[in-house]
């Protein structure tokens, strides 16, 4: 049985353009480069060329202002750390060379990936301040509510540009200015939002941003830092001095000839995949919502501009996520109960609960993820296996 893989907020399967570009990289005995792209002989060089390459296109593609504020990393995750935790340490010095003293604090909301809110343990042990901005029923934190979480101690603010559970989009550029007034930095993890959502770095005006080349049917283990120039920085992995000094280890080539190819592959196909997915979802939504037991899990209709194209959010009252999860994969259906990171447990998650979705309700969570290669057929199948699955 083939599945019909709905869980793409998760991971998405490797593109053409992805696969086409890393294949040379994978022969051996091929005249892709090799070689370590620090070295000066010319085998370096030549890989050297192909990653300046990749960072050109891929500042391209985010429309940053040049290439050298691209730092590649091996996942959103390390580049999420490592923009929070080195503008952290970065704009602290600055501020201690000013003759400030602090208590310097950090502002982010309830509603981000681990990858971010796990990073309070560390901050809290530098001697910061972690807070949380508030966010309304449908997760979006209003420029409003920034300026009243933050004061002329904040030195970052980390607020993502898309939910990756329920699909809320946040006015970054809009956050970013309240930030920017306040003195502070603004950091913006866009995995979710990247080919789902127009994305200009220039026009957000932030001052960092994380990527993921695996979300956007690139490969696993590249990640994108964008950092602006000039912003105060200490490097969270120090070493070799690899990426103009802000992220040490040798680069992985192959795997960011790959993501440079995938990432301006996901934008140039951005708009028409949304409206693809947009009308799935809307459907979907509709047809869930006549369902006495599902409940969307936000409090306002999620089939709406405000929110991803690609993702549909429910909760089953009755059921647990786990349950449905293996349900639908025993009838050849992947879709996830929220965040990938977060199935495992049977706790409800941290999104519904700063929802305020009842914890009941919330372990009936259910998240399908619509890809660029998924058809309306498909969804067809995912709803009537669905109600099969429920009766
Ligand atoms: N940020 C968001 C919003 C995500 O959805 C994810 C992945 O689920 C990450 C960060 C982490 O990405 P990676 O798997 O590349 O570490």
């Given at each position: 049985?083939?599945?019909?893989y709905?869980?793409?907020?998760a991971?998405?399967?490797?593109?053409?353009a992805?696969a086409?570009?890393?294949?040379?990289?994978?022969?051996?005995?091929?005249?892709?480069?090799?070689g370590?792209?620090?070295?000066?002989?010319?085998?370096?060089?030549?890989a050297?060329?192909?990653?300046?390459?990749?960072?050109?296109?891929?500042?391209r593609?985010?429309?940053a202002?040049?290439?050298?504020?691209?730092v590649f990393?091996?996942?959103?995750?390390e580049?999420?750390?490592?923009a929070?935790?080195?503008?952290?340490?970065?704009?602290?010095?600055?501020?201690?060379?000013?003759?400030?003293?602090?208590?310097f604090?950090i502002v982010?909301?309830?509603i981000?990936?681990?990858a971010?809110?796990?990073?309070q343990?560390?901050?809290?042990?530098?001697?910061?301040?972690f807070?949380f901005?508030?966010?309304?029923?449908?997760?979006?934190?209003?420029?409003d509510?920034?300026?009243?979480a933050?004061?002329?101690?904040t030195?970052?603010?980390?607020?993502?540009?898309?939910?990756n559970?329920?699909?809320?989009i946040?006015?970054?550029?809009?956050?970013?200015r309240?930030?920017?007034?306040?003195?502070?930095?603004?950091h913006?993890?866009?995995?979710?939002a990247?080919?789902?959502?127009p994305?200009?770095?220039?026009d957000?005006?932030?001052?960092?941003?994380?990527?993921?080349?695996?979300?956007v049917?690139?490969?696993?283990?590249v990640?994108?830092?964008?950092?602006a120039?000039?912003?105060?920085y200490?490097a969270?992995?120090?070493?070799?001095?690899?990426?103009?000094?802000r992220?040490?280890?040798?680069?992985?080539?192959?795997?960011?000839?790959g993501?440079?190819?995938?990432?301006?592959?996901?934008?140039?196909?951005?708009p028409a995949?949304?409206q693809?997915a947009?009308?799935m979802?809307?459907a979907?939504y509709?047809?869930?919502?006549?369902?006495?037991?599902v409940v969307?899990?936000?409090?306002?209709?999620?089939?709406?501009?405000d929110f991803l194209?690609?993702?549909?959010?429910?909760?089953?009252?009755?059921?647990?996520s786990?349950?449905?999860i293996?349900?639908?994969?025993?009838?050849?259906i992947?879709v996830?109960?929220?965040?990938?990171?977060?199935?495992?447990?049977?706790?409800?998650?941290?999104?519904?609960s700063?929802l305020g979705?009842?914890r009941?309700?919330?372990?009936?969570?259910l998240?399908v993820?619509?890809?660029?290669e998924?058809t309306?057929?498909?969804?067809d199948?995912f709803?009537?296996?669905?109600?099969?699955a429920?009766?």
């Amino acid at each position: 049985m083939q599945s019909i893989y709905l869980d793409n907020a998760a991971t998405t399967p490797l593109c053409e353009a992805a696969a086409k570009a890393m294949a040379p990289y994978m022969q051996a005995g091929s005249a892709a480069p090799f070689g370590n792209a620090n070295s000066l002989h010319s085998v370096g060089r030549r890989a050297f060329s192909a990653l300046e390459d990749a960072r050109a296109r891929v500042a391209r593609a985010l429309r940053a202002h040049r290439p050298d504020e691209i730092v590649f990393t091996a996942c959103a995750t390390e580049s999420d750390n490592s923009a929070i935790v080195g503008m952290a340490l970065g704009a602290h010095e600055k501020a201690r060379l000013a003759g400030k003293h602090g208590p310097f604090n950090i502002v982010t909301s309830r509603i981000e990936h681990e990858a971010v809110l796990e990073t309070q343990h560390m901050l809290r042990a530098l001697g910061f301040e972690f807070r949380f901005v508030d966010n309304d029923a449908s997760g979006r934190v209003t420029p409003d509510a920034l300026a009243r979480a933050i004061d002329e101690n904040t030195l970052v603010v980390s607020v993502m540009a898309a939910n990756n559970e329920v699909g809320t989009i946040q006015p970054t550029a809009e956050l970013c200015r309240v930030a920017h007034e306040a003195g502070a930095l603004f950091h913006v993890d866009a995995v979710q939002a990247l080919g789902k959502v127009p994305i200009s770095l220039k026009d957000w005006n932030v001052d960092a941003a994380s990527f993921s080349a695996h979300k956007v049917g690139g490969p696993k283990g590249v990640g994108v830092l964008y950092l602006a120039a000039k912003t105060p920085y200490v490097a969270y992995m120090p070493g070799g001095g690899q990426e103009g000094g802000r992220r040490s280890g040798t680069q992985n080539v192959c795997g960011i000839v790959g993501a440079a190819a995938a990432i301006e592959f996901a934008v140039a196909e951005q708009p028409a995949y949304a409206q693809r997915a947009r009308a799935m979802r809307d459907a979907l939504y509709e047809r869930l919502g006549a369902i006495k037991r599902v409940v969307p899990s936000v409090g306002v209709p999620a089939a709406s501009e405000d929110f991803l194209p690609n993702i549909v959010n429910v909760c089953v009252r009755g059921f647990e996520s786990q349950t449905l999860i293996l349900q639908l994969d025993m009838r050849g259906i992947c879709v996830s109960g929220g965040s990938a990171c977060a199935s495992g447990s049977l706790d409800p998650s941290h999104v519904l609960s700063a929802l305020g979705v009842e914890r009941a309700l919330a372990q009936g969570e259910l998240r399908v993820s619509i890809g660029v290669e998924n058809t309306p057929d498909e969804i067809d199948a995912f709803y009537d296996a669905f109600v099969e699955a429920i009766s």
